[in-house]
């Protein structure tokens, strides 16, 4: 598979006003396109060097002074013949060096992706490395900032080369025994337990898919529990605004709210929700039904219990969010304090949950603290291999290949057990893009955006 050889230009900026603006061409034809616009600079100008040049129209009127950048191929971002007019950052003026670019009728705009599709043809990057720049583009909290960027620099690649060269080598020794076996005798011996190996390496991998969609798309934590519990005043904490409405009159919190955060550079959506509760009225009713729905999706969910809950009560409460994981904790507990000085008991379940007051700030880092731990155990969120769900699609395939090895290993000819490990080694090879088709691709660069 090779790239075409038209030429591509295409905004590189957001199409919006701005400090500076730059189109980007791409392609054989690139440096000359770029002089016809910049007419001042060198016809063999030195690459990486940056000319200050007017970008002129066609009657040779001068549309802007800007900056001309040319990089020679193989060295450049796409690997081809690589153009750039860094302009100011008018929309208008940017559409006009388009238009006079597309003149050229070697030239037609860049589909979405298509430079680092080119980029990934020409084996500058693999595909791990493709996506990871699609995922930067993407990146809402720093977490995911530094995983992509982790990507970017080959931190996947990385780590799915080290599966697939000892894959492909297994691959090769078996083929070895089947096509020379007199010269080849014995290589197959450890086959089993290399095959064993591989496959639990395959499955690591694809385990760590969980916590790359926690970080590219962010944690959705619940406030969920009894009427009242003072679940708004402990959202408006931990948001650290006041943004849910906070009355004495329970049922105060109808529709679901919900505000993101960044919790140790992790995306936390926070939603807080409406009390439940017997008997409510029609509208109120109405939000019940959302946070039970709401509940079923989000990862974690917190529990708010009033002071003083039994713990039949509070297990009770527990079940609401069905099989979503459940933090409880006791509220109001600047409250239960008072109560305790007063009775010298407390009615409280044991182990008792830990207790926060949204009114005070009591026990709030506490909470937080523990739901950053509930949702990602140890470890920074930025050092995760962001596997996203196409890869762990492929490294499904791949376990489940060399699960069928392992069994073929024991029971079946060598025929079989290097005709899965082939197999392995294909579905593998989508990860790193050793082995894609042209429909993969395009439904891969379809979701980055035009000019990227
Ligand atoms: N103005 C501008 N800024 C940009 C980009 C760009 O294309 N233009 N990028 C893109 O979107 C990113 C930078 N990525 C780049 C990656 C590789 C090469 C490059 O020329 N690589 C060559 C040479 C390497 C070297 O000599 O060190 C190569 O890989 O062979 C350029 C940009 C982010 N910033
Ligand atoms: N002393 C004390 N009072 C609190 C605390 N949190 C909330 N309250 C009070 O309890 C009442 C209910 O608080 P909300 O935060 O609205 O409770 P809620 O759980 O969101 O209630 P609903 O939306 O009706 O389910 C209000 O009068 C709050 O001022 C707290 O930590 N300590
Ligand atoms: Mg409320």
Known sequence: MRADSTTIVALVTAPASGAVGILRVSGPAALEVGRRLAPGVP????PRHVYLASFVDAAGAVLDEGLFLYFQ?????????VVELQAHGSPRLLRLLL???LEDERVRPALPGEFTRRAFLNGRIDLTRAEAVADLVAADSEAAVRAAAAGLSGALAERIRALETPLRELHADLEGVLNFPDEAEGADAEAGPRVTALRSAAEALRAEVGRGRLVRQGARVALYGPVNAGKSTLFNRLVGEARALVDDEPGTTRDALEARVEWDGLGVTLYDTAGLREA?????????ARTRELLAAVDLAVLVLPPGTSRDEASSWTREAGATPVLSVTGKCDVMLEAR?????AALPSPAPPRVSG??????EALRTSVLTWLWGGGTPSAVALVSERHADALRRTAEALGRAEAASRVSTLEVLSGEVGLALEALGEVSGTSVSEALLDTLFQRFCIGK
Do not use: K, M, N, Q
């Not at 000085?341 to 008991?345: K, Y």
């Not at 009114?359 to 709030?364: A, D, F, K, N």
């Open 43 to 46: 016809a063999s100008p030195t």
């Open 73 to 81: 191929a193989p060295r450049s971002f796409t690997g081809e013949d």
């Open 99 to 101: 238009s006079r670019a």
């Open 280 to 288: 409510p009225g029609r509208v109120e009713a109405l939000g019940i």
């Open 341 to 345: 000085e007063e009775h010298g008991s």
């Open 359 to 364: 009114l005070t700030g009591e026990g709030v």
